[in-house]
């Protein structure tokens, strides 16, 4: 792959290269060209199958970190890449075009994530969540338990404890 | 009144109906021409909790939208929040019926970011494990295409030989759905004493069941009638729509990733998944089929070149306090409905930072299934959605 990975190096701004495995490398890219490196590598080395899209929530750098997972059919390779968008105005251009099933992948991250990809088929349409109006519920700073307090409510007869006080308890009982 | 000419229909579908500059169809509900239906998310013709909004003219599926949600429990979200090791209860939910192959990618992506290789009498018994899931979900997943049609028998035969895969599954793991036998580092036990007989057993019976499904099924006038020539799926749609496993072999795509990228102990073994081109959904069962054959021969073939015994698990730091250096990956393996992927993120902390699971229905059940839909009758949509495996969990995780 690292015939590849200089040909990439050579018509697009990347950084962080890193080969995983034999088969699997990960490149981070500028957002502007990303669509444009995910287009070349689809149409001219032959990444036509696109195997995921999906989001990481960095929190703490203000970003979101898109990977866009591509595979290679041909000679069986797979490479991740990598784009850094800003977490306060989450926005990607979309790539609907170049995979019939990309715009499932976007509608997904839009709702979960709050990343939205203008122009996308169907991205107002719920996925998986219907009428929600909370914070997007995969974002690091939605937080689950609070929500699920404030939500639903206690069953009877059920407690929680904290796990490292309880167990302490249940087995060193004289301490 | 001509009757003949009042049902008359022009033979070229692609024509109806009318399609808009956009190229999507021209549906004006108000018109009395169409109607909207729902199939599921109760409905016995569909698999698992997921439903489809169908609008149709007479018998004819014009548009449809998969509607998923009913079973979201944000399983990746609350992986967040737990240890690695605690990881594993929430993680094999996430497709009830074939839950191996998320222990195994889930264990493979630990030891990948972690560092951990895995003793060779442990890759065994994990290849062991996985086909035999494979195995109980095939006897169940060939005969229910039949049951789409209303061809319920072969269900019923099915389902008593899984049961007994289900005891085979008990006895080495303990539970008879969910295992977790795959944990990090290996596994949690060796075979106990007389397993490999009591399998052979079984897989005696299976071999039966391959020859009785032959008569019942695709020797079947009726289900043949229904099943060949339908939902056909192009070659050109296979990087397209993202279509995996036994629905791309159908199609003459060979997608397999056992023999694409062995992981475990595949490439020791002989054995060569089956392809055709009909791309319809007869096809598609028949590689299902094929594939049911081509378990029980590995499952043999395991038993009888796979160690008695060794070390079953690697060293690994206390469980409860590993922290996982900083990296991604993804790892995957062959599941019955195809490429089934994990996508890990870590941060150096005890918890994962982001965990994505890429299973062939997602892209299955969406894109593609609403595409196939189009134009074919409202009494084959089960049959349709069934040939292609789709498994909602693993979709809305």
Redesign the interface.
Same mark, same amino acid.
């Given at each position: 792959m690292i015939d590849l990975i200089k040909d990439i190096e050579s018509r697009f701004e990347t950084s962080d290269y890193?080969q995983?495995?034999d088969?699997?490398a990960?490149i981070t890219v500028e957002k502007e060209q990303a669509i444009a490196l995910v287009t070349y590598l689809r149409d001219y080395r032959k990444y036509?199958?696109?195997? *995921?899209l999906?989001?990481?929530?960095w929190l703490e750098d203000g970003v979101f970190?898109l =990977?866009y997972?591509l595979n290679n059919?041909t000679d069986?390779t797979?490479i991740?890449v990598r784009v850094m968008i800003d977490r306060e105005n989450a926005t990607m251009e979309s790539a609907h075009h170049l995979?019939?099933?990309m715009?499932?992948y976007q509608r997904e991250l839009r709702e979960m994530f709050g990343i939205d990809f203008p122009g996308s088929p169907r991205l107002e349409e719920?996925?998986? *969540?219907?009428g929600w109006d909370d914070l997007p519920?995969?974002r690091?700073d939605?937080k =689950?338990k609070e929500y699920a307090e404030k939500t639903y409510f206690p069953r009877p007869g059920r407690q929680s404890n904290d796990p490292a006080t309880y167990m302490k308890s249940k087995m060193y009982p004289n301490d | 009144m001509d009757i003949k000419k009042l049902f008359q229909m022009n033979p070229d579908r692609s024509l109806y109906p009318e399609m808009g500059e956009d190229g999507k169809p021209i549906i004006d509900l108000s018109s009395h021409k169409f109607l909207k239906i729902w199939q599921g998310p109760q409905h016995p013709g569909v698999t698992g909790n997921m439903s489809l909004e169908l609008t149709v003219s007479g018998d004819e599926i014009v548009e449809s939208k998969t509607h998923v949600g009913y079973l979201h429990r944000g399983f990746e979200k609350l992986m967040e929040r737990r240890k690695f090791i605690q990881c594993f209860p929430t993680c094999i939910r996430m497709c009830v019926a074939e839950p191996d192959p998320n222990e195994y990618i889930l264990a493979a992506s630990i030891e990948d970011l972690g560092g951990i290789e895995v003793p060779e009498t442990a890759q065994w018994l994990r290849t062991l494990a996985l086909e035999m899931a494979r195995l109980q979900v095939l006897l169940r997943g060939v005969p229910g295409q039949g049951g789409t049609f209303a061809l319920g028998l072969g269900y019923q035969w099915g389902n008593y030989i899984r049961d007994l895969i289900l005891d085979r599954f008990e006895e080495l793991t303990g539970g008879r759905v969910y295992h977790m036998y795959i944990i990090p580092g290996g596994v949690r036990g060796l075979l106990p004493d007389g397993f490999k007989k009591r399998m052979e057993e079984n897989l005696k019976l299976v071999d039966e069941f391959v020859k009785n499904i032959d008569d019942l099924m695709y020797n079947n006038s009726v289900f043949k009638q229904r099943a060949v020539g339908l939902g056909v799926i192009p070659r050109d749609w296979i990087e397209k729509y993202g279509v995996y496993g036994p629905s791309a072999r159908a199609a003459g795509v060979m997608r397999d990733v056992r023999k694409t990228h062995p992981y475990l102990k595949y490439a020791e073994l002989d054995f060569e998944p089956f392809t055709t081109t009909e791309s319809d959904v007869y096809a598609r069962s028949r590689v299902r089929w094929h594939d049911l054959q081509t378990t029980v021969d590995l499952i043999r073939q395991i038993m009888a070149k796979m160690p008695d015994k060794g070390d079953i698990r690697a060293e690994t730091p206390n469980v409860m306090h590993w922290r996982i250096p900083k990296g991604e990956t993804y790892q995957k393996c062959e599941s019955s409905r195809g490429e089934y992927g994990m996508y890990m993120v870590t941060d150096g902390s005890d918890k994962p930072r982001r965990v994505n699971l890429k299973g062939p229905s997602y892209t299955h059940a969406n894109a593609l299934l609403e595409k196939l839909l189009i134009n074919a009758n409202i009494a084959d949509t089960a049959g349709i959605m069934v040939s292609l495996a789709t498994c909602p969990p693993e979709i809305e995780r």
């Open positions: 890193i995983k495995l088969h699997l990960f036509t199958d696109l195997t *995921l999906t989001a990481v929530d970190q =990977t997972l059919p069986l797979e991740g995979w019939e099933n715009m499932t719920p996925f998986i *969540l219907e519920p995969y690091r939605f =689950t | -």
